[in-house]
DNA sequence: CGGCCGCGTGTAATCGATTGCATAACTAAT
DNA sequence: ATTAGTTATGCAATCGATTACACGCGGCCG
């Protein structure tokens, strides 16, 4: 009754043939003759075998499967990245193990188990904000596994990285309210160590300081890419009396937190500001007004992040030196910008 | 300098030790003397010595991996499940591999290679939707894995589940249209064979049965629990003469792709119309109007769900019968929904 | 003093699949 | 006809960790 799950030995005694020769028919089908190979196919089916993928790994020395590593599944710009990765790695045979980061020694621990426990022949590594050295000791170490970074970058590391342009997406971003007439104009920040964060911060000022313009302290609003951090934001933007006409977000969701506070005390986009944000979440073509936003080529980083992991997985030398794809976003205008309304009313932004 | 990843032998040598005592000394530290372990782990620090899961896996049968599939990552309720699912699972040191379901023979083949391949100790299904002759079949193997289905239900598979209250929540959300005056009630709905959007309809249905109404067909839009759907679904409402005072819908989704639509021709909630969701999304409280909906516990499911099956998982016998855990929603009253204003204007709904 | 118990450790089998090497049966070439 | 090459297959080692069993040693009890 309770018998054990068949293995290879039960479907070679069954077709009457050595394991060898089983696992040869399964794995490389050219190499036995033709009726062994019906031979074992009936013996698979009669038996109900299937692989046992731990015995194979012990052997060959590999798992089959990628792990992400990742800040927040929730969020989901990730998450359709996410699916991305999974779909490439489907089609390539490779199964996806997620883990969610969080700070604390804890999880780098985690990381590391992971990473070296043959459990996973590639790292796919959606945040900048692991602590590098550790990561360069990790990787340093004899039986590393290959890392593509995703998204961000880790300077000077060495891998294989897959972005978007965060710089000059964002000088566009910002440059789009600069043609709609505007110059005082804000920023709704990202996270204060993040590279991608920061990368758009230097986009916001660089498009600034090529209008003869710069940022003013008071107009960077502190946010953290999630929507309470922009109704937060909001909140400060109230109470000033010096207002900017126009805000560029460091994403989506913060922008949407950020309008939403806005309007519980009757601050309309785009009739009294502006706002672009980053990303072109689902949500942003039905949020009231539309989000204009540069949109991300996420699908295409997602795979092709995927794609090279899995190309260095299977051929260390397959890529040579350390890759770096730049991918392109695009200015996605809707209808939270509006061009400014007659004259520029009080300070303009400092003169550079 | 290429030299392998280390092994417990070599930690074994260098502690001068047998293979066995390592092993003992690193999973039951008990087990062994002080002075040993002591060596061990000098041993363990010297060699740079990392488990090898493979091996462990294929020795002691378990994978140390739970399997959720699901059908789509990129949906905001589903990848906060996930976030809540890594959470629980991490905590008890199991990995979380995912897997996208889509229709296909290709995709369940993959279920199945998953299932029985010993990558994975047991499966978390977050969808009713797949082939319930199948999954059945294949949990009838020997050596299949437990399984936890959750969100959804596969009614009489003996499955453990978890879910929500569907049917008596969306008689909630609907009675709230109720308490508020309407009645002229739509139902914005979920995918056709779906499990969970039939149980919302039904407790819809129900909540208008109790107060004398009934469901008008033309009132019930398809829908696909995807904004896209709710927008499309906004054009069929835009062309009726008559028209429904209040909607519930199936999810946030379809209901702000609704709103959407709507807004895009001067139908504005909830001046014109009222509408009830269901999720409670994260952009659900910052959305213009800030909706109306059912909280689902999104978070105490997954937890609950990875929970039950790795308890299962640990120990067959845990829970004995199929577990049917019904956690119940909270419908969270904001601005998309209001009194409705004046005398019923029109038919009502029929009355039943 | 003899026997029993328990602790700490080692020996070796085991998990399931892959693969280097050997072998046998043919074919082709000289 | 002999040699070389090719093809199909089997034998047995191997991957790395766990664990059943055995053994030696010291202490304790009768």
Known sequence: MERKTP???DVARFANVSTATVSRALSSPDKVSEGTRARVSEAVRATGYTLNQAGRSLRQRSAKTILVALPDIRNPFFSSILDAIEREAAARGYGVLVLNLYFGHETVRRLQDFLLSNRADGLLLLDGSVDTYLLQTISNQ?????????????????????LTDNVDAAARATQHLIDLGH???????????N??????????AKALAGAGLSPVPEWNFRGNFDMESGFSAAARFLSMAERPTAIFAANDESAIGFLSGLRQHGIICPRDISLVGFDDLGVAPHYVPPLTTMRQPREALGRMAAEALIDVVEDPEALGAPLRIVLRS????????????????????RSS
Do not use: K, W, Y
């Open 7 to 9: 293995t290879i030995q």
């Open 142 to 162: 004899a039986g590393a596994i290959p890392i593509v970074v995703a998204c961000e970058e880790i300077p000077n590391s060495g891998f294989h990285t897959v």
């Open 183 to 193: 110059r005082r104009i804000g920023h709704l920040l990202g996270p204060e160590h």
């Open 195 to 204: 590279v991608v964060a920061r990368e758009r911060f230097t986009g916001f």
């Open 330 to 349: 695009e200015l996605v205008v809707r209808e939270s910008t509006a061009r400014m309304a007659g004259a520029d009313m009080g300070e303009p932004n």
